[in-house]
């Protein structure tokens, strides 16, 4: 009888798990938060919720509309988030737009987004081997006569933040490929009012959250509008989902120790936490 090995953990005390009685602040947004704390759960850890962004359904559909209403145009639809897949398949719905328009349309999704995809529509052309956007023009590249393709990129639109440079850095990698790329608004991102935060920043504060784990570039642009200096969160480790959250945080002056190598899901973030931790 095979027992998958976070599910022990359960009955394990928790004081032989890796993350014993360390605090994690959590600024994923609120639907990616309950999935990365319970991986920080499973691992003896406790999750702080303070969600830095949330992301959300368009105000203005017209050029999402737009697009879905020529969606037979293009030959591929590059998926970079989960929440981009949701609000793209939940509009298609509301217009009553059948699946079945996607049938000679190629689909992209990185690492555990491709799941969710899935379950929409019901295939998925192309899963990175790099779950970055970098995995995805690798592989793009590698297709022939890619150069005449025309590329939906359903991505959200950033707004009271200044825009990651993670899409804009995507749609030039694929023009550069030649690639008719049509980028269009399918959620929005935007940041939180720190004033919902006063205990969570006071525990920060006071030495009492062990590490914070941001999961994308914007959730640190936001969270650093919250704080008043890098003295509110000198005592915590800084963890961060894969390279681009990574190398954008250090040009933003934060000082990495965690780095998640597996970043298809947040079970390995989750691990790299723990890893940090167990040294």
């Not at 879905?68 to 298609?92: P, Q, V």
């Not at 959200?156 to 030649?178: A, S």
């Not at 935007?190 to 006071?206: A, P, T």
Request: glycine letters at 6%; one cysteine or more; aromatic letters at 8%.
């Amino acid at each position: 009888m095979h027992i998958e090995s976070t599910e022990m953990n359960l009955l394990t005390p928790s004081s032989k798990l890796p993350l014993h009685s360390k605090r994690i602040l959590v600024t994923a947004p609120r639907n990616y938060a309950c999935r990365l704390s319970e991986q920080i759960i499973k691992k003896g850890g406790l999750p702080v919720l303070m969600p830095t962004i949330e992301t959300c359904y368009l105000s203005n559909y017209t050029q999402l509309d737009n697009s879905l209403s020529r969606i037979k145009e293009f030959d591929w639809i590059i998926f970079t988030s989960r929440n981009g897949i949701i609000a793209f398949f939940h509009r298609m719905n509301d217009l009553n737009i059948p699946v079945s328009v996607l049938e000679n349309c190629q689909l992209c999704a990185l690492g555990k987004d491709s799941e969710s995809l899935f379950s929409f529509s019901g295939k998925v052309d192309l899963i990175p081997r790099e779950s970055s956007p970098a995995g995805i023009v690798a592989e793009l590249e590698k297709i022939a006569e890619i150069h005449q393709k025309k590329v939906l990129v359903p991505a959200p639109e950033v707004v009271g933040l200044p825009e990651p440079n993670v899409i804009p850095n995507l749609v030039t990698d694929l023009e550069n490929l030649g690639i008719q790329v049509t980028r269009v608004p399918a959620y929005i991102t935007q940041g939180l009012d720190k004033n919902i935060y006063s205990i969570e920043l006071d525990l920060m504060r006071q030495g009492k959250i062990d590490a914070i784990a941001f999961s994308s570039t914007a959730e640190v642009e936001s969270f650093l509008r919250m704080v008043n200096s890098p003295r509110d969160y000198g005592d915590c480790a800084i963890a961060c989902f894969g390279p681009y959250t990574t190398a954008n945080a250090q040009k933003l002056g934060m000082n990495v120790s965690i780095v998640s190598k597996d970043y298809s899901s947040f079970e390995g973030f989750a691990e790299a936490i723990a890893t940090f931790f167990a040294l």
